[in-house]
């Protein structure tokens, strides 16, 4: 079946850095463009990034142009987001996402939490 596991989230100060991964498997991962979206206590989920499924194109949030980068490992069938220069604003739970045309795909979460 299908499944997309994150991990790497945690508590970091402000200012510092986090790696998020996603594990994938049950599905062809090299067709899919991959996202990660984010989710705070009484917001709306957002998109943070995205990545084609080349990996040649990427598309970034405004909020974390220039400090999150998205990449992927085909081979591995792996999404990563690189997140540097954490703020108290970035506190969320990140969510992996698969996408070819109508079919999408969901993980389960992984929270990050940027306090001092």
């Known amino acids: 079946q299908v499944q997309l596991v994150e991990s790497g989230g945690g508590l970091v100060q402000p200012g510092g850095s986090l790696r998020l991964s996603c594990a994938a498997s049950?599905?062809?991962?090299?067709?899919?463009?991959m996202s990660w979206y984010r989710q705070a206590p009484g917001k709306e989920r957002e998109l943070v990034a995205e990545?084609?499924?080349?990996?040649?194109?990427?598309n970034y949030a405004d909020s974390v142009k220039g400090r999150f980068t998205i990449s992927r490992d085909n081979a591995e069938s792996a999404v990563y987001l690189q997140m540097n220069s954490l703020k108290p604003e970035d506190t969320a739970v990140y969510y992996c996402?698969?996408?070819?045309?109508?079919?999408?795909?969901w993980g389960q979460g992984t929270q990050v939490t940027v306090s001092s």
């Open positions: 996402n698969a996408r070819l045309f109508i079919r999408t795909y």
């Open positions: 990545i084609s499924s080349s990996g040649g194109s990427t």
């Open positions: 049950g599905f062809t991962f090299s067709s899919y463009r």
